[in-house]
T-cell receptor, first 112, second 111 residues
Framework: DADVTQTPRNRITKTGKRIMLECSQTKGHDRMYWYRQDPGLGLRLIYYSFDVKDINKGEISDGYSVSRQAQAKFSLSLESAIPNQTALYFC???????????FGPGTRLLVL | SQQGEEDPQALSIQEGENATMNCSYKTSINNLQWYRQNSGRGLVHLILIRSNEREKHSGRLRVTLDTSKKSSSLLITASRAADTASYFCATDLYLRGKLIFGQGTELSVKP
């Protein structure tokens, strides 16, 4: 079984809808991250969490919110989806913020 | 602006040739990492080199780090078609606790 899982894997939604992307991990890591990837722009950090009580904004947090329900779960919400949020979203975990990050398989989101 | 920038953006070579990708960054770092991404999939960690290291090897991979020039290179020797992927460098901003990824180099290895 994969160590970092994301659901759903693909999602099509309409402008204005609220959606949630979920991430679960079995690695026992405290640190979790949400990134979005757009063609030609690499990965950009949306939010990150160093433990259940510590959540931080990344470089592109506007329009997004997160919830760290437990050490193993970190959810990303789009409160009111807009077309320019169409992207590939990745969750990642790490044992230490300076060390290797382990990525989930990604969620492909299309906002119409 | 991006902390890490890869060069070239795209590279096409024949199987058996070596592939070299470069990464430049702007600020002091604790370590630099290289990741690989097969089309549309999650990134996979390849190698980490610390700021006090100059070279590191892992199988067919060789990474160098020049902190005076704020640059790193990834060399893949004897490339294979299966090496076709995008390669990203990632740097940790000193004491900031997070990685910043570059835009990636898209490598195509033709059989």
């Amino acid at each position: 079984d994969a160590d970092v899982t994301q659901t759903p894997r693909n999602r099509i939604t309409k402008t204005g809808k609220r959606i949630m992307l979920e991430c679960s991990q079995t690695k026992g890591h405290d640190r979790m991250y949400w990134y979005r990837q757009d063609p030609g722009l690499g990965l950009r950090l949306i939010y990150y969490s160093f433990d259940v009580k510590d959540i931080n904004k990344g470089e592109i947090s506007d329009g997004y919110s997160v919830s760290r329900q437990a050490q193993a779960k970190f959810s990303l919400s789009l409160e009111s989806a807009i077309p320019n949020q169409t992207a590939l979203y990745f969750c990642a975990t790490s044992e230490d913020s300076q060390e290797t990050q382990y990525f989930g398989p990604g969620t492909r989101l299309l906002v119409l | 602006s991006q902390q890490g920038e890869e060069d070239p953006q795209a590279l096409s070579i024949q199987e058996g040739e070596n592939a070299t990708m470069n990464c430049s960054y702007k600020t002091s770092i604790n370590n630099l990492q290289w990741y690989r991404q097969n089309s549309g999939r999650g990134l996979v960690h390849l190698i980490l080199i610390r700021s006090n290291e100059r070279e590191k090897h892992s199988g067919r991979l060789r990474v160098t780090l020049d902190t005076s020039k704020k640059s790193s290179s990834l060399l893949i020797t004897a490339s294979r078609a299966a090496d076709t992927a995008s390669y990203f460098c990632a740097t940790d901003l000193y004491l900031r606790g997070k990685l910043i990824f570059g835009q990636g180099t898209e490598l195509s290895v033709k059989p």
